[in-house]
Structure formats: structure tokens, C-alpha cells
């Protein structure tokens, strides 16, 4: 029945996105801006583009969820009872720390990043545990288009600085006649670094919660931790400038693209294509765009020269594409505006995420005594860096003047 929904929801889309097309289409036939009144149409219906994403995201969330509650019941009841422990292992450590039968409860991950569209088992769902440190990693994800945008992450148990080598230039050969020496040149290096910043959240939870076993603690933690540390350490991994935080996106990455004048920082069709192939061929094989929820709005009225649009909505779960490469929204990447470095595009693979130590939660019964509520303490420490800075990834910036 799901299925069926989801597939009617996706032809509503489809519907959708072709009556806004024929708007722009017809607007753009008279050689003119849209009306105020078509504007309050084409915003609705990005809305309703918007809501039906967001619907169907609900419904294989949770279609997922069942299926991984059906599996892990079905796991529990196919082992001998007095092997079972009560729950996994892992399981039987958050218990026991929530109980608070012991103070301080670290997480490690135990699987790499994959296809961040976790509700839908094809596209790396089925891939995600069961587990505590599970849900706050995906909560995590949402809340940071970095690490939608799939980075190089590097897991430490410690968090010592971290130094990796790179390259800035290569070797070169030369056409060498008979009897002639042959030219040397040797290839550069530099090193990055890798440092461990702390972020942090308390959280606090009514004692009734706890003890009320009918209420997904586990999820109410998870969406609450992971929101609040993936905003905080989310916004550094774009937009953080190196001094006591990790060096964002936008810090390091190369420009592909000016404005032209007199747009106020506005960019063409044109200024994407050729951000797009500014980008070197074997970086734009895992190249993913990164912008701004108002910023992709204005790109879905973008055609190129043939008079094609160059955002494409994407179909049955798979994600919208700009020239065929996919599309992630984060609300840090700064708005298009005079000199703002308003679009990313590149491979997120060369920007390096720290994790260092997992993600430490602590357990205090005292600390809000009086109130009998339960305080839980959340501490990622992290940091990031764009390995490759010669041209992995580029921004365009809205012109100066």
C-alpha cells in the first residue's frame, strides 16, 4: 500500500513540476518576468514540491523503521534465551547508562558512510544499524549538507592532531633530444592537519520519560543530540574559517566563476555550466552541488541555450540533479548576493571530516535534582579540511560590484 502512495505522490510531483515549467515557459515566450500573481503560483507549487518530498521521506522512514523493528525482533527470537542478554550488547550498554547504572556511555560507529538516503533500502537504508549512535548519525546527516555531500570521514579513538599528505603539483616530462640532459621536475607536497575541536549539548529529560517504556527514548535523544551537535558542527564544515574550528568548504575551495555586473550577485544558467566543467573531469565523476533552499529555487527556473531546463527533479527516490549531478541543501552556504560564494560544486571526497572518539554522552541524576528531570550530556570533538585544495572543488561568487 506504501508503494502504491508513493508512487501516486511522485506523479503528483511529476504533475507539479511540468505546470511550473509551463509558467516559466510561457513567461519566458512573451519575453517577460512572471506576474505577481503567477509568482504566488510558482512559489506554491515549489511548495508543494517541497511538502510532497517531505511526505514521502515520512513514509519510507517509517516504512523502513518497521522493517528494521520486524528484522531485529525476529533476530531476538530466533536466539537461545539464556544467550541473549536481555538485548545486544550495545543495547544493554545504553540501558544501563539511561538506568543509570553507570555515568558516562562513549559510541563508536561501527559502519561507513554510504548513500545518505537512509529511508529508502536501495539507496543504502538496509545499510544502517539498529542501534543508539545509528540514529544520531542520521539525525546528524541531515542537519549538515557536508556530510550529505559525502565526505572522506576519518574515525579515531583519539584526538591527536592528524597530518595528511598531499600533493599541490606533479612531475612533468619533456620532449628530450639525443646526447641531451633530461629535465627534472620533482613533485610538490604540503600536509594538511587534522585537529579535534569539542562541540557540546545538554539535554534534559523528565524522569517520567525514562521510565515510561511505551516512549522511543532512544529516538527523542538521538533527534535532539544530533540536531543540535550536527547545526553547530554542520555550519563549521562549510563555513568555518581555520582559528579554533575546522576549515569549511568555502574557506579553502577555489573560485570557478564570477558574476558578470550588474546582477547584484546573481548567476546564469550559463555561470553553472561553466562551473560545472571548471571542475576537473575526474572530480565531477563524484561531484555533488551544494546551496542554499532559495538558491536552488531560483537555479529550477534556470534553461540552458537550447532551451532546456538544467535542474532536473529526481524520480521514484532518487535525488534532483543540476546537469546530472545531485543536489543537497544547506542553509549555511551563504545567499547569492554581491561577492558571496553562493554555489559549491566539486567532489566532497577530498574534504576530510574528523570524528575523534565517537560521540561521548554523559548521565547526571543530581544536576537538576529539584526538578526530577534526568540531564544527558552530548560532546563530539571534530574537525575538517579540504584535502586537495587546486581544484576539487569550486564556489561561484556573485560579482563585486
Excluded at 525514562?210 to 540536531?227: N, S
Excluded at 529526481?314 to 547569492?336: E, K, Q, Y
Aim: charged share 20%.
Amino acid at each position: 500500500m506504501s508503494h502504491q502512495l508513493i508512487n501516486q505522490l511522485q506523479e503528483k510531483r511529476a504533475n507539479v513540476w511540468e505546470q511550473a515549467k509551463a509558467l516559466l515557459d510561457a513567461a519566458s515566450a512573451d519575453k517577460r518576468d512572471l506576474t505577481a500573481e503567477e509568482d504566488q503560483s510558482w512559489q506554491r507549487m515549489n511548495a508543494d514540491i517541497d511538502g510532497i518530498d517531505a511526505r514521502v521521506k515520512s513514509i519510507t522512514e517509517a516504512e523502513q523503521r518497521e522493517a528494521d523493528a520486524a528484522e531485529a525482533f525476529a533476530k531476538i527470537a530466533r536466539q537461545p534465551r539464556e544467550g541473549r542478554g536481555g538485548e545486544s550488547p550495545v543495547m544493554d550498554e545504553v540501558r544501563s547508562f539511561l538506568r543509570g547504572e553507570r555515568g558516562a556511555l562513549t559510541l563508536e560507529r561501527d559502519v561507513k558512510f554510504r548513500d545518505l538516503a537512509k529511508g529508502v533500502a536501495a539507496s543504502g537504508g538496509a545499510t544502517v544499524p539498529i542501534s543508539f549512535y545509528g540514529q544520531l548519525v542520521e539525525h546528524m546527516i541531515d542537519n549538515s549538507g557536508v556530510m550529505q555531500a559525502n565526505p572522506t570521514v576519518l574515525e579515531t579513538s583519539s584526538g591527536e592532531t592528524i597530518e595528511i599528505p598531499v600533493t599541490t603539483s606533479y612531475s612533468s616530462a619533456t620532449l628530450t633530444a639525443e646526447n641531451v640532459a633530461l629535465h627534472e621536475s620533482d613533485p610538490a607536497f604540503a600536509k594538511r592537519s587534522l585537529g579535534a575541536y569539542k562541540y557540546g549539548v545538554l539535554i534534559q529529560a523528565p524522569r517520567e520519560l525514562i521510565d515510561d517504556t511505551g516512549v522511543d527514548l532512544e529516538g527523542f535523544l538521538a533527534r535532539q543530540c544530533g540536531r543540535a551537535l550536527g547545526n553547530a558542527f554542520g555550519t563549521d564544515l562549510v563555513v568555518g574559517n581555520a582559528v579554533s574550528k575546522p576549515s569549511g568548504v568555502v574557506q579553502t575551495a577555489t573560485t570557478g566563476v564570477t558574476g558578470t555586473n550588474g546582477v547584484v550577485g546573481a548567476f546564469t544558467a550559463d555561470n553553472l555550466i561553466d562551473l560545472y566543467y571548471s571542475v576537473l573531469s575526474s572530480y565531477r565523476q563524484n561531484a555533488t552541488w551544494m546551496m542554499r533552499d532559495a538558491t536552488i529555487a531560483a537555479v529550477r527556473k534556470l534553461k540552458d541555450t537550447t532551451n532546456q531546463y538544467i535542474w532536473t527533479p529526481g524520480l521514484a527516490g532518487s535525488p534532483d540533479t543540476i546537469m546530472g549531478r545531485p543536489v543537497v541543501s544547506d542553509p549555511n552556504v551563504a545567499a547569492v548576493a554581491l561577492s558571496a560564494k553562493s554555489v559549491i560544486f566539486g567532489d566532497f571526497g577530498a574534504y576530510f571530516v574528523r570524528i575523534a572518539g565517537g560521540i561521548r554522552f554523559e548521565r547526571s541524576s543530581d544536576f537538576a535534582f529539584n526538578t526530577d528531570q534526568i540531564t544527558f550530556k552530548a560532546v563530539l570533538r571534530g574537525d575538517g579540511i579540504l584535502a586537495d585544495q587546486t581544484g576539487a572543488i569550486k564556489v561561484f561568487v556573485g560579482n563585486a560590484a
